[in-house]
């Protein structure tokens, strides 16, 4: 399972994960007078099934991938999408759907998408999409052509009273709302490896101001994450009678191997996984604080 999310600074980082084995797979770098999010959610899919031929993957993304041609991309290339809706508005997907009452329902839709915009067109919007000012690059800008989508709209209710819609086209017969729910929240993996690549792997501030420098530094730091990922991942943690299930400390993790690299080859040997296998940190599930917004200071360059 995949997913993307981006990182702002001179250019864009479209990144993508594998949920399970929480490995960086493929990169994408946009310079920031063409950044475009959709472009490269398509790229990333159009080349991870063309070095993948075997494989189906799931893609899961936020509501910021929220596109037919993201979409049309994935079924052309006969991969699985779970993406989240964004806020209903006037100008939303949802806002052009005939939708349910009920707070919870699962739907399927289905459109045939043209760039006309006729008579024809608006009087069946049931039955058609027109997507005249869009990119979709299954459409050439003046056809008259039509492209068949369809894919399930499903609404579920949060813990907290919250009402969550998602697109995919899992199939509703091997998938139920509460595996697609489960499926959603492995999302939450995108997040806690981007704190840790920001914060323990140091990608949040730069030492180099000229770009190519900085590209050079974004996937040494992807690298190093990898690199600590291999190795935390081939730790077993012993189980015993505690309060609390424990884990490796990334973050500590993440500084040993750094040091592991700098040092020199006449160095003594040191067992990585014996020091990384002793930092050991409790898991608390289901934790939720509230999150302190607070302005952002300025930063030594020492820190970085």
């Known amino acids: 399972m995949w997913s993307t999310l981006r990182l702002l600074i001179i250019i864009l980082l479209c990144r993508v994960i594998n949920l399970l084995s929480h490995l960086y797979t493929d990169v994408i770098l946009q310079p920031l007078n063409h950044i475009n999010e959709y472009i490269a959610m398509c790229d990333i899919i159009d080349h991870y099934?063309?070095?993948?031929?075997?494989?189906?993957?799931?893609?899961?993304?936020?509501?910021?991938?929220v596109s037919f041609n993201v979409f049309a991309h994935a079924i052309e290339n006969n991969a699985y999408f779970l993406v989240r809706a964004r806020e209903?508005?006037?100008?939303?997907?949802?806002?052009?759907?005939?939708?349910p009452d009920s707070p919870e329902y699962d739907i399927i839709f289905e459109r045939w998408l043209t760039k006309k915009n006729t008579k024809t067109v608006k009087a069946e919007p049931e039955v058609y999409k027109t997507i005249a000012n869009r990119t979709f690059d299954y459409l050439d800008p003046k056809s008259k052509s039509?492209?068949?989508?369809?894919?399930r709209i499903m609404s579920f209710v949060l813990p907290n009273g919250n009402t969550e819609v998602v697109y995919t086209n899992l199939p509703k017969e091997d998938f139920s709302t509460e595996?697609?729910?489960?499926?959603?929240?492995?999302?939450?993996?995108?997040?806690?490896?981007?704190?840790?690549?920001?914060?323990?792997?140091?990608?949040?501030?730069?030492?180099?101001?000229?770009?190519?420098?900085?590209?050079q530094e974004i996937y040494a730091k992807l690298i190093l994450y990898n690199f600590c990922e291999l190795i935390t991942g081939a730790i077993v943690v012993e189980k015993k009678d505690r309060k609390y299930s424990y884990q490796i400390n990334f973050s500590i993790a993440i500084a040993i191997c750094t040091e592991f690299l700098r040092r020199s080859c006449a160095s003594p040997p040191v067992d990585v996984i014996a020091l990384i296998g002793r930092e050991l940190i409790a898991v608390r599930p289901d934790r939720r604080n509230p999150r302190y917004l607070r302005a952002r200071t300025a930063t030594t360059f020492q820190y970085r």
């Open 146 to 151: 039509l492209y068949y989508i369809s894919f």
């Open 179 to 215: 595996e697609l729910r489960e499926l959603y929240n492995m999302r939450w993996g995108i997040e806690t490896s981007f704190r840790d690549i920001k914060y323990a792997a140091g990608l949040l501030f730069f030492h180099s101001r000229k770009k190519d420098l900085v590209i």
């Open 88 to 99: 209903s508005n006037p100008r939303s997907m949802l806002a052009t759907i005939k939708l």
């Open 49 to 65: 099934t063309a070095t993948n031929p075997t494989r189906k993957p799931l893609f899961i993304a936020d509501r910021g991938f």
